[in-house]
């Protein structure tokens, strides 16, 4: 057995952990990633990156490549409710193809600079790992598993197994981004708490040319189906690859259910396919009792899992990322102490909680079963689609177009910012647009057509709309305390003076030159406790 040193370990190469070590990497802290398998499920999981995860990859620099990837650039991104793929439509969603988001189609009513994006993870993982594996200080390890985690008061020693072989590796700290079955999460003790089962699925993924033909007749991205059993087929590359999810009630066994079948349902007849994987599997809502013990962390799915309406489990755990990505990095170099770290659970474990009900609460809304009347001809038929159309209009856009998750999510509870104020629960669609204390710095573009969130540094910007006011005291606070912080002149963009924004473009302050630069540096680096208002 041989001792190594790593800086972080990051244990789970999905989305999570990889968006948390290039953030760390590009910080200029050393990480090492490892993950147990040596190849990505074949089945794909998540379909959707969200707006705020797309700007949190404009801000890692690979929101591009990202963006054109998996389907086609003039592939529409539209939903469509059917009876059945081969039957008639009930209701639809149309949304912008890559291409016209690539070309800034509408931009000027966006509200942000990144859209989201439909992407299998299939496609996203592969580009997350070789963008990782080109920063210095960042190692990427397939094959090697986590055996044992030891804490001690200065480091973790993680004992890791590759290849028949254990070694160990001393760590400040250890992440786990490794899934709902988390070994980290395991070792720790932590428990999962909330509802076991909210739904059952079979998912089946299949390479049809035949499918991808018939869907070219009115080409969507997924197709909500109604047949025996509600399902949705997701167009993977445009083309040849499908994904069929096909609902049931928690208590009902899959195990007998032909996956053959059931895409003979939701396409309305056969068609010849291949079938490439098949995972039966649980929607859930649960969210681990603790984010944190001692030097170790959970991010991801290894800390909250729910059903996946929407894509906001991965999403969710990007945005954890890069939560505790810039707090690790800000104890690493020396201008923040430990007990900043105490703040990551304190912010995102609420917000886990709250996106696993209101995603619970959607998932019920959207996934009732229809009335067999819609596969009716005639006046009745006609009137079961229509309410089931009307319906549809009111479960289905926030689901399509969350931007309360994406920019309503907010820390103004948090003990890292000064002056947040009590906020009713998210919600998929609300979210303020104006800048408040917590939340994500609101989009514009400027006037050389570069977004707001483009000109802040890479940690602690100081917003100035009025340049009048004076921010020496500003300057020499930051200096005095280390805290690496750069002065943006934004003219009249925002309703105070002076504006403090984290390194993960939350506002932390608001306010003129009567703040007290010193204490609040000092209360957003985590040394002192929140209490000017």
Known sequence: MNDTDSGILIVGAGPTGLTLAIDLARRGVACTVIEATTERPVNPRCNTTSARSMEIFRRLGVADEIRRAGLPEDFPTSIQYRTTLRGEELFRLDQPSSGEILAGKGREGWSTPEPQHRISQIYLEPILERYAQGIPGLEVERGSRLVELRQFEDRVESVVESEGATRVLRCDYVVGCDGAHSDVRRQLGIRYQGVEALQNFVSTFVRSPDLGRLAARDRAWTYWTYGRRLASLIAIDGADLWLNHVAFPPDHDTEGEDPEQLLREAVGGPVEHEVLGTVRWTGRQLVAQRYREGRVFLSGDAAHIWIPVGGFGMNTGIQDAATLGWMLAAVHHGWAPPELLDAYELERKPIGEQFASAVASAARASLVAASPDIHLSGAEGERARAALAARLAVTEPHRYSPDGFSFGYHYAGSPLVVGGEAQEAISMGGYPDRAQV??????????????????????????????????????????????????????????????LVRPDQHVAWMGDAAGRPVELLRTVTGRAAAHQR
């Open 438 to 499: 917590g939340f994500r710095l609101p989009h514009a573009w400027l006037d050389d057509g570069r977004p707001v969130l483009d000109v802040l540094g890479p940690d602690f910007t100081l917003l100035r709309t009025d340049e009048t006011t004076d921010v020496q005291l500003w300057v020499d606070a930051a200096q005095e305390l280390g805290v690496p912080l750069v002065v943006v002149d934004l003219p009249g963009s925002h309703p105070t003076p002076l504006l």
